[in-house]
C-alpha cells in the first residue's frame, strides 16, 4: 500500500489518466444501466405492482397480453375467490381537457375491489362510470387530480379521481377503469363480458382448452421488444466492462514496461517480487476505486438534472454489482503485467536506464 | 567464520563465439571487520564479481557461501531475503526508488523488514552524510553527489553485514570522497561489518585493509 500510494503521488498526471480512463467507462456503464432498467421498468412496473405468480391467457396470443381476449364461458370456472383477478387491457390515447396532444396511454380495466386493484398515492377510487385513477407519470403532460379527459377522442370527458403510481405498462402509463368502461372501450360495448387476462396471486393450476398459463416472468418476457431490449442493453453493459479488462491491461502493461529498471533496484534491494505485484494491484484498486467512485457521484447528481421524461432509474444494487465487475475486469487487466514483473532481474538495476 | 566465501566461481557471457570469461574461476574471502577495495581497468570484470557476490547475478560455475551457507542450494525468493536482509548495495546506476523521497527510502526498509531489526537512526545517517536539508526531496532532485550520498545512506541503513559498493565516490569531490571512504571504513572497522568497494581513485586505498586487483577477469591480490 505504501510503495502504491507513495508511487501514485509522485506521478499523478499519469495515473490521473487512468483513473479519468475508468471514470468515463464507468460513468457509461452506470448511465447505461439506468436507461435500461429505467426502460425495463416503464414496460413492466404496473405487472410488478400486481405481486402475482401466474396469469391466465388466450392460448391464441402467443404469451403476449396486448393480444389476448378470453371470453366469459373460457374463464368465469376460474375466476373464483380473492386470489384471482380479472383485468382487461387496451392501447389507447388520451387526451387534456382543452389540449390537442395526444398522448399514448394504456387503459386497465379491473375491479376496485380486487387484489390489482391501483394503490393510490392520492384522492380515491372511483364510483362512477366516468370516472379513472391515473399514473403519476401524467403529471408530465399536466393530467392531475380532477382533471378531465378524452380517451380514444370519446365525446364524454373522464375525471381524474385518484393518483397511483410505478403503474406504467409496454412503456407507456396505465388509466385504471372499471371493467365495463375498457370493454366499451375495446370491444364497443359493456354487454360483451370479454376480458384480457385472469391474474393469479398465487400457483394455483388452471387446465382449460384455448387458455394457457404463463409466469409473470413469462409475462413480461413477451411484452413486444421487452427482451430484445434487455439483451441489446446487457450486451452494451457486457461489452463496456470487458473493455476495462483491456483498457486497465494495457494501461499498466505500458506502465511497468517503463518501470523495468526500477522493479531491477527493488529486486536489487531485496524486495520480494510479490511486493511489487501486491503494489500493482493495490494501484489498480485504488485507480479503479477512486474513478468508480467519481462515476457513482457524477451518476447520482445526473438525475436531478435529466428531463422527468428520460426513463433513468438509480439502481444502487447494479451499480455496486458493476462497480465490482469492473475492479475484477481491471484486476484481471493488471495480471497480464504480472508475467513481466515476476521475470525482472535484479540486475537490470547496475546495467542502468 | 567468514562472511562470504566464493569458490572456483566464475562468469561467462554468451556462447560459442561470442563467449566472453568476464571472470576466471576465483576464490575470494571476505571476513568480518574488513574493508577490501578493488581496483582494476574498466571492463575487466568488476561490476561481474561484486553482483555476484551480492546475489544479484548466479555464477555460470561455482559456489558462494553467506555466513557459511550454500547460496546455491537457495532458491530465488530466500537468495532475495538474504539480500534485503544481509547486504546494502552502492551501485553504479542509481539504488534509489524515483518516487520515495529519501525519507522515504528509509521508510520502505522498516516496512518490509519481517524481523524486528534494528535500523541506524536515520537523521544519523543523513547528518553524517550531509543530506539533512534534501530529506524530503525525490532522487530526480538531488545533484549526483547527494544521490550518491543518498544511496550510501540507503545501503547502510539496513545496517547489513555486507557492504557492496561499485564506485561509491564516482561523482563526488576529494574532499566528499574522503569522508565517505572513511565513513566505510568505520562501519566494517567499529562494527565488524565487511566492505568491498570498487574504485579507480588509489589515494583512498590507504584506508582499506586489502586491495585487489582485477585484470581480463583474473582476480589478484596486491595489499
Ligand atoms: N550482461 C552482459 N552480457 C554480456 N557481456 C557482459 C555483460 N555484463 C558484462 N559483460 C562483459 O563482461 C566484461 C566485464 O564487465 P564488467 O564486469 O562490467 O567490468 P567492469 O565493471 O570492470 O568495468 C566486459 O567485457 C563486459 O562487456
Ligand atoms: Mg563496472
Known amino acids: 500500500m505504501f510503495l502504491a500510494i507513495k508511487e501514485i503521488l509522485h506521478n499523478k498526471m499519469r495515473y490521473l489518466l487512468v483513473v479519468f480512463t475508468i471514470f468515463l467507462i464507468s460513468y457509461m456503464v452506470f448511465f447505461l444501466t439506468s436507461l435500461a432498467v429505467g426502460l425495463a421498468r416503464e414496460n413492466r412496473t404496473a405487472v410488478d405492482q400486481w405481486d402475482a405468480k401466474t396469469v391466465v391467457i388466450s392460448g391464441y396470443a402467443n404469451k403476449s397480453l396486448v393480444a389476448s381476449t ?30 390537442k396532444k395526444k398522448i399514448n396511454t394504456n387503459v386497465f380495466g379491473v375491479d376496485w375491489k380486487s387484489f390489482i386493484s391501483p394503490k ?21 403532460d399536466s393530467i392531475k387530480l380532477n382533471s378531465q379527459i378524452k380517451i380514444n377522442g370519446s365525446s364524454k370527458y373522464y375525471k ?8 406504467s405498462f409496454f412503456a407507456t402509463p396505465v388509466i385504471f377503469t372499471n371493467m365495463d368502461v375498457f370493454r366499451t372501450m375495446k370491444y364497443g360495448s359493456s354487454r360483451t363480458k370479454n376480458i384480457s387476462t385472469l391474474v393469479f396471486k398465487n400457483n394455483k393450476k388452471v387446465n382449460a382448452t384455448g387458455l394457457e398459463q404463463i409466469s409473470i416472468k413469462d409475462l413480461i418476457n413477451h411484452i413486444p421488444g421487452y427482451t430484445a431490449q434487455v439483451l441489446v442493453f446487457s ?35 531485496g524486495i520480494r517480487t510479490a511486493r511489487i505485484i501486491e503494489s500493482l494491484f493495490y494501484q489498480i484498486l485504488i485507480l479503479t476505486g477512486i474513478g468508480a467512485g467519481l462515476a457513482l457521484l457524477l451518476i447520482g447528481v445526473t438525475q436531478f438534472f435529466l428531463p422527468k421524461t428520460v426513463p433513468f432509474y438509480s439502481d444502487w444494487l447494479a451499480y455496486i454489482v458493476l462497480t465490482l465487475a469492473i475492479m475484477v475486469m481491471a484486476l484481471l487487466g493488471g495480471s497480464l503485467s504480472m508475467r513481466r514483473v515476476l521475470k525482472i532481474d535484479p540486475l537490470s538495476a547496475i546495467e542502468g536506464e | 567464520m567468514p562472511l562470504i566465501e566464493m569458490i572456483n566461481v566464475n562468469r561467462q557471457y554468451g556462447s560459442g563465439r561470442t563467449l566472453v570469461e568476464a571472470l576466471h574461476p576465483t ?27 551480492g ?30 536482509n544481509k547486504f546494502g548495495f552502492i551501485l553504479q546506476a542509481s539504488n534509489l526508488i524515483p518516487f520515495l523521497s529519501v525519507n522515504d527510502q528509509f521508510k520502505v526498509v522498516d516496512k518490509f ?14 547528518r553524517l552524510l550531509d543530506l539533512q536539508n534534501v530529506a524530503n526531496n525525490y532522487p530526480s532532485n538531488l545533484s549526483g553527489g547527494e544521490r550518491q550520498r543518498a544511496a ?48 579507480h581513485d588509489t589515494r583512498l586505498l590507504a584506508m582499506t585493509d586489502h586491495v585487489y586487483e582485477m585484470q581480463d577477469g583474473f582476480l589478484r591480490q596486491q595489499k
Request: glycine fraction near 6%; hydrophobic fraction near 40%; aromatic fraction near 6%.
Open chain 1, 70 to 99: 378470453i371470453p366469459q364461458n373460457s374463464y368465469q370456472d376460474y375466476d373464483k375467490g380473492k386470489d384471482v383477478a380479472k383485468l382487461g387491457q387496451v392501447s389507447v390515447v388520451s387526451q387534456l381537457k382543452d389540449s
Open chain 1, 120 to 140: 393510490l398515492i392520492d384522492g380515491r377510487l372511483p364510483e362512477k362510470n366516468h370516472e379513472v385513477v391515473v399514473d403519476d407519470a401524467l403529471k408530465n
Open chain 1, 160 to 167: 381524474v379521481v385518484g393518483i397511483t403510481k410505478n403503474n
Open chain 1, 235 to 269: 450486451f452494451m453493459i457486457a461489452a463496456m466492462v470487458i473493455i476495462t479488462f483491456l483498457i486497465i491491461g494495457i494501461f499498466m502493461y505500458i506502465i511497468t514496461i517503463q518501470k523495468i529498471s526500477l522493479y531491477g533496484v527493488m529486486r536489487a534491494q
Open chain 2, 27 to 53: 576464490n575470494f574471502v571476505l571476513n568480518k571487520g574488513e574493508f577490501v577495495a578493488i581496483i582494476g581497468p574498466s571492463g575487466s570484470g568488476k561490476t561481474t564479481f561484486l553482483t555476484i557476490l
Open chain 2, 55 to 84: 546475489l544479484l547475478q548466479s555464477p555460470t560455475q561455482g559456489k558462494i557461501f553467506v555466513n557459511g551457507k550454500d547460496t546455491s542450494k537457495m532458491n530465488s525468493g530466500q537468495r532475495t531475503d538474504l539480500r534485503f
Open chain 2, 113 to 126: 523488514s519481517r524481523s524486528k531489526r534494528r535500523s541506524r537512526n536515520s537523521a544519523e545517517l543523513l
Open chain 2, 152 to 199: 550510501i545512506a540507503r545501503a547502510l541503513y539496513n545496517n547489513p553485514e555486507i557492504i557492496l559498493a561499485d564506485e561509491p565516490t564516482a561523482s563526488l569531490d576529494s574532499k566528499r570522497a574522503q569522508q565517505v571512504v572513511s565513513l566505510l571504513a568505520q562501519v566494517a572497522h567499529e562494527s565488524q561489518r565487511g566492505v568491498i568497494m570498487i574504485t
